[in-house]
C-alpha cells in the first residue's frame, strides 16, 4: 500500500537568490475559490504586489495566518496587491489541494487572491524554498524586496508585527522604490515539491 508521508517539518530558508531590481516572473494561475485565473499583471496594485509562498498547513505559516488576512486589506488601502500562491505537491499533501485552497479562501485567507502553483513551475522560476516566501513587487515589475516579514516564528515567542515588510511597503508606497540593503531570509517548512522537481 502507499504509505503516508512522514509529517516532519524540514526547517528552510530562503534562497534570496531571485536578484533585487529585477524583472520577476510572470505567471497566470487557477484561484481555486472562484475557478478563475489570477496573472501577475491582473494582481498588480497600482503601487506594487506582493507575492507570498504559502500553504494550509506548515506552522510556520498558520503562526502568521492572522497577520497575513489583516495585510491583504491594509495593502489594499495602500494600493498594492497581493497573492498567495501554494506550490506542495498536491498529490503527497491533498491539505493542499484545490479544494482545500478554496475552502481557505472562503474563510481565514479571504483578503488576497490565494491560487495554486500545481506543476511548480512559478515557485521555481522565483526561487522560492520555503513557506511563507515573500517577494514585494514594484509596478513595472521589478523585485525590491524579498525575505522575512519580522523575527517572529512559532515557539520564540516574539509577536507577529510584520515590522521589516511592512518597512519596506511604507518605502515602496512613498518612493515607488525599496532601499533597504539589510533584507533578512524567511524561514518556514520547505516546500513539498514533486518527484524530481526541485532544484
Avoid at 528552510?12 to 494561475?29: I, N
Avoid at 506594487?48 to 495585510?71: A, D, R, Y
Avoid at 497573492?83 to 493542499?96: E, F, K, L
Amino acid at each position: 500500500g502507499r504509505h503516508l508521508p512522514a509529517t516532519r517539518m524540514v526547517l528552510t530558508e530562503s534562497s534570496m537568490a531571485l536578484p533585487l531590481g529585477g524583472t520577476v516572473p510572470v505567471f497566470d494561475l487557477p484561484e481555486p475559490r472562484t475557478s478563475s485565473k489570477v496573472s501577475l499583471g491582473a494582481a498588480m496594485g497600482e503601487k506594487g504586489l506582493l507575492v507570498c509562498f504559502i500553504c494550509n498547513h506548515c506552522p510556520f505559516v498558520v503562526h502568521i495566518m492572522t497577520f497575513l488576512e489583516g495585510l491583504g486589506k491594509l495593502l489594499h488601502e495602500k494600493g498594492i496587491g497581493m497573492v498567495g500562491i501554494s506550490a506542495n505537491d498536491v498529490v503527497t499533501y491533498p491539505q493542499d489541494g484545490y479544494d482545500a485552497i478554496a475552502k481557505m479562501a472562503e474563510t481565514k485567507l479571504t483578503s488576497f487572491h490565494y491560487l495554486l502553483d500545481e506543476e511548480q513551475d512559478v515557485a521555481l522560476a522565483y526561487h522560492a524554498v520555503c513557506t511563507p516566501d515573500f517577494f514585494l513587487v514594484a509596478p513595472d515589475g521589478t523585485l525590491q524586496y524579498r525575505g522575512r516579514i519580522d523575527d517572529s516564528t512559532p515557539g520564540n515567542g516574539k509577536p507577529v508585527t510584520g515590522k521589516e515588510l511592512l518597512a519596506a511597503v511604507d518605502q515602496l508606497v512613498q518612493t515607488g522604490k525599496v532601499s533597504i540593503e539589510e533584507q533578512r531570509p524567511s524561514m518556514g517548512c520547505s516546500i513539498k515539491w514533486k518527484p524530481g522537481k526541485a532544484r
